[in-house]
């Protein structure tokens, strides 16, 4: 065992730890390796906040590192704010302990001084992110590890705007808690009249909200037995979900009876997120069961939406994130468009690894995009720049995620969800389904696919194999892909655009970011990034080409696909 894990271990066995802490350490003394992982590090509190599996030790989710995590956030609320009252709001999903760690952290900061807002029971985070700006918040936490496996929780951070944090506040808090380096160091008690319970209130402020969103009500109203299906895969979602299809005027919707318990063990799923298809599976087989008009999954903390429908010929499938991405961004600007409410300034944005295809969209349409970087933060950072100057419609990313308007500034499938189903309901009314909208898109448009690859290296070992397939791209980027040069090179780390036909370079205008693009000859782009969040590097493919009429889609959709299979074989990924 090297110094740092020994004593870490020591001084958590001689520190002022609970007995229960203390003999799980000693149980975990007989397995070096577990033991090892479990201290060899402090959790790291990253721009998003924390992220983790569950149990003791300095690198994992617990009591303690949730605590010390709160008390520097809670020493930098009082710095940026002074004598001013800080007021701040916790949510929580349904993953185990996310209860507990939202308690914590509530008396963590009622104990500093700082009014606390506690949701009474589990709510989505989209409704966490509207709550800060609808009670006047100075910040907020949601519990929650999103999609990730049972094993794991987190802790979510959230500025004044109803966003995570961005800079300078993110490196800001970082460091401050970095600082608490000793338990001792965190008020765990003594503020428990600055907690306030809330509950029903803001879920009908929040749906008030989300029922203007809707922009063919009188659609929805002929439609209004579509036939939907819905799985919250056992967590949040179930929550806020149905009311919000029902405020919509939905009057058919099916639950997902064996996924709609919210269950921080996730029984039916191993991965509870609507991007796995086996998440989805029993929302598919019910589907087909119904013959339903559409089927929608939401995540754990009900920010990631997952879609199924019919296909052109008949068959149920389920979209990937990037063609969600497409129809949500189709849908605003058309429908806007149709209803007389577009505006001049009407702005939308996705990120710089989503699909090229919503720009395009916008641009032929004269709306305003704009690419950030990979996660919600950054759009609903631009929201903020760009208030009273350009109007924000719709945003979203390749992982499932989409916000519609401006009231929640992070991803939000209850939204999703209902808008989803609205535009089912007026492609049903035009006799017609999503997918053969979709088809008549890439008609318009050209023809984009995007694939994803996730590469895991967990363990100590696994950053820095990470680190250092980073550096070998950054450092020998390939000269061609699949036969095509590569023509532009992004770095977005070093903040800087590079043409290898002409050796110009020039700089990104984005915020550093550990990104590179590969753009080749025959427009295909390659991006490498490794998660934020998980030990994983993430290989982003995307190519594109013309689609001249409906009977072509099936082969033009092989050719595509195909080239991202060479394009993964000639890369090595797999």
Known sequence: MNATIENNVNAWLQGNYDEATKSAIRALQSNENELADAFYRSLEFGTGGLRGIMGVGTNRMNKYTVGMATQGFANYLKKTYGDAPVR???????????????????N??????????????????????????????????????SHNPKEYNGYKAYWNDGGQLVPPHDKNVIKEVEAITNVDDVKWSGGEANITLISKELDEAYL????????????????????????????????????????FGFTNVHIVEEQSTPDGNFPTVIYPNPEEKDAMNMGLQKAIALDADILCGTDPDADRVGIGVKNHKGEWVLMNGNQTLVLAFAYMIEARKSKGIAKANDMVASTIVSTEMVKTIAEKNNVHFHQVLTGFKW?????????????????????????????????????????LCEMAAYEKANGRSLYDKLIDLYIQYGFYWEELISITKKGMNGQQEIADMMEGYRNNPPAEINGSKVVTLLDYQLQVGKNLLTGESYSLALPKSNVLQFITADGSKISA?????EPKIK????????LANKTDFDTVYAQLQARIAGIISSMNLK
Do not use: W
């Open 379 to 419: 759009i609903a950072e631009l929201i903020k720049e760009k208030e009273g100057v350009e109007d924000f419609i719709v945003g979203g990313e390749e992982s499932f995620g989409l916000m519609i308007g401006d009231k929640v500034r992070d991803k939000d499938s209850i939204s999703a969800v209902a808008l």
């Open 529 to 533: 990034r490794p998660s934020g969040t």
């Open 88 to 106: 701040v709001v916790i949510g929580h999903d349904s993953r185990n302990n996310s209860r507990f760690f939202a308690e914590t952290t509530a």
């Open 539 to 546: 290989f982003y493919f995307s190519v594109n080409a013309p």
């Open 208 to 247: 008030h909200m989300l029922k203007g969103l809707s922009v063919y009500p009188e659609v929805v109203a002929q439609q209004q037995n579509l036939k939907i299906v819905y799985t919250p895969i056992h967590g949040t979602g179930i929550m806020l979900v149905p009311q919000a299809l029902k405020a």
């Open 108 to 145: 963590v900061f009622a104990a500093n001084g700082i009014q606390v807002f506690l949701f009474e029971a589990l709510r989505p985070t989209p409704e966490l992110s509207f709550a800060i700006r609808h009670l006047g918040c100075q910040a907020g936490v949601v519990c929650t590890a």
